[in-house]
T-cell receptor, first 115, second 115 residues
Framework: AQKVTQAQTEISVVEKEDVTLDCVYE???????LFWYKQPPSGELVFLIR??????QNEISGRYSWNFQKSTSSFNFTITASQVVDSAVYFC????????????FGSGTQLTVLP | DAGVIQSPRHEVTEMGQEVTLRCKPI?????LFWYRQTMMRGLELLIY????????DSGMPEDRFSAKMPNASFSTLKIQPSEPRDSAVYFC?????????????FGPGTRLLVL
């Protein structure tokens, strides 16, 4: 069985603050992929990033960065200099070799960026 | 490029009525997924197809739900008869699957309300 835990249900920050969204995962497989998706108030699910279990390099894309640490089974997401448009629910997800293509989602973190 | 297209975006119906949700995957993708999102259960995989063939329908709640994929560019999810507990957002996603490597791209969702 696999599991994704996003312990932060809601986070509220003021614009231009940095914010980190936590994601902890569980899987018995050594080959797996981790994802982050964004769900803005309009409701669609937007793909942000995919990482595989063999690549622990951190990734940066503009104001977004991701920290993957196998030692702690975590895949955290940081938004630097947050903006109001970053307000959304963010989901971490996992699929693994033994999961029969099941994409397991965390419960999501509601991020609110105040002006 | 066009993303995953779903219709209708919103559907309000009365209990007992038949509901049909439609999805057009991204051109060139070989896999299609149907998910349901509710506050109580989060995102749940209902069924997925690979090369138009249903592979895993273990997430389909009951016989009232059925899904078809008659060709590579179209899929339907049907609920007959609908019940108030079916109210949810239904997402369609598509991917190009190569072994374990795939990224699922989601459509905008259909918000279903059964009265």
């Amino acid at each position: 069985a696999q599991k994704v835990t996003q312990a932060q249900t809601e986070i509220s920050v003021v614009e231009k603050e940095d914010v980190t969204l936590d994601c902890v995962y569980e899987t018995r497989d050594t080959t797996y992929y981790l994802f982050w998706y964004k769900q803005p108030p309009s409701g669609e699910l937007v793909f942000l990033i995919r990482r595989n279990s063999f690549d622990e390099q951190n990734e940066i894309s503009g104001r977004y960065s991701w920290n993957f640490q196998k030692s702690t089974s975590s895949f955290n997401f940081t938004i630097t200099a947050s903006q109001v448009v970053d307000s959304a629910v963010y989901f971490c997800a996992l699929t693994s070799a033994g999961s029969a293509r099941q994409l397991t989602f965390g419960s999501g973190t509601q991020l609110t960026v105040l002006p | 490029d066009a993303g995953v297209i779903q219709s209708p975006r919103h559907e309000v119906t009365e209990m007992g009525q038949e509901v049909t949700l439609r999805c057009k995957p991204i051109s060139g993708h070989n896999s299609l997924f149907w998910y349901r999102q509710t506050m109580m259960r989060g995102l749940e995989l209902l069924i997925y197809f690979n090369n138009n063939v249903p592979i895993d329908d273990s997430g389909m709640p009951e016989d009232r739900f059925s899904a078809k994929m008659p060709n590579a560019s179209f899929s339907t999810l049907k609920i007959q008869p609908s019940e108030p507990r079916d109210s949810a957002v239904y997402f369609c996603a598509s991917s190009f699957w190569v072994g374990i490597q795939e990224t699922q791209y989601f459509g905008p969702g259909t918000r279903l309300l059964v009265l």
